[in-house]
């Protein structure tokens, strides 16, 4: 990966956070594999220092044999990426812990730097919902936006609570006259750690509304071996498999007729300690550790 020097003129810009916002790692691994199948250039790192505090993110070391080998603080990294012709700008950071009021005001006008004109933010979120669903919320500040989301196949947000830095970076877009997006996936509560189907899903619906579109590789291939070893879970743990059927038959009845709702989505909460499927235990007890490696908390 190169690192280019000079101004890049990028309309476009995709934004993900890591952290809380984050669920299940979907943005961070979705941007991994948007990085290994693009044309990537790195343009700027900006150090976050004035955003962030120490309990709740931590500069990242990797130690070999007693020795530092990389020691790296928080920062924000700036890409140029260019997918089947067509070029996009990626943004990817922690989410800060504090200052979000300059923490926006800085960005945008760093994005706008760069000939910034539309920013669509992805986040992830628990619900409840099962593994062979996928469901897409959005939050606009314009009609065309509110058209674009739609024609997407995405759902439109209905929560009130806490924020993520989403929205304070939107509504510093919004005073700049920048379009802006915020898409959040959403994943079953019940599993931890990578959902390739989630991932292409997102992917999919960034390219309908950027028109820039990425190559989603065997992310698909790798779901279909995932969701065999959930199901032989479920097979086995008649407690979870009871739990997700009773969801099934409230979904049954809230769907009704009687009981239809508006097309939109809530930025539901789950249970403090919801059941978990690991299946990374699951793989280790019948196939060895080598190959425990599916899903991690």
């Not at 990028?10 to 952290?19: M, Q």
């Not at 007693?66 to 140029?80: E, T, V």
């Not at 992917?203 to 950027?210: K, P």
């Amino acid at each position: 990966m190169k690192k280019d020097t000079k101004t890049a003129q990028l309309r476009k810009w995709l934004i993900g956070f890591t952290g809380w916002c984050d669920a299940g790692n979907v943005v961070n691994n979705m941007v991994e594999h948007i990085l290994s199948v693009t044309e990537a250039q790195k343009l700027d790192e900006w150090d976050l220092e004035s955003y962030w505090h120490i309990e709740s993110e931590r500069p990242y070391v990797v130690i070999k044999h007693g020795l530092i080998r990389n020691f790296a603080w928080p920062a924000m990294s700036f890409y140029r990426l260019e997918s089947k012709g067509k070029e996009i700008g990626l943004a990817l950071s922690a989410e800060p812990s504090r200052n979000w009021k300059h923490f926006a005001k800085e960005l945008i006008e760093r994005i706008e730097a760069y000939g910034g004109k539309q920013v669509i933010m992805a986040g992830s979120l628990y619900d409840k919902i099962f593994h062979d669903e996928t469901i897409i919320s959005g939050v606009v500040l314009d009609p065309e936006s509110l058209n674009l989301v739609l024609s997407a196949g995405c759902k439109l947000v209905e929560y009130e609570g806490p924020a993520a830095v989403h929205t304070a970076v939107m509504e510093e877009a919004r005073r700049r006259g920048i379009v802006a997006i915020s898409l959040w996936i959403h994943v079953p509560f019940y599993l931890k750690g990578p959902h390739e189907k989630a991932m292409a899903q997102l992917l999919d619906v960034l390219g309908r509304i950027s028109g820039v579109f990425f190559d989603t590789g065997d992310l698909l291939d790798r779901w279909a071996v995932r969701v065999k070893n959930i199901e032989k879970i479920l097979e086995e743990d008649e407690e979870l498999r009871s739990v997700l059927e009773a969801l099934k038959e409230k979904e049954k009845e809230e769907k009704s007729p009687s009981k239809a709702l508006p097309a939109t989505s809530s930025m539901t909460t789950t249970p403090a300690k919801p059941k978990v499927i690991r299946i990374d235990e699951f793989i280790r007890r019948r196939k060895g550790p080598s190959e425990g490696d599916f899903y991690n908390e």
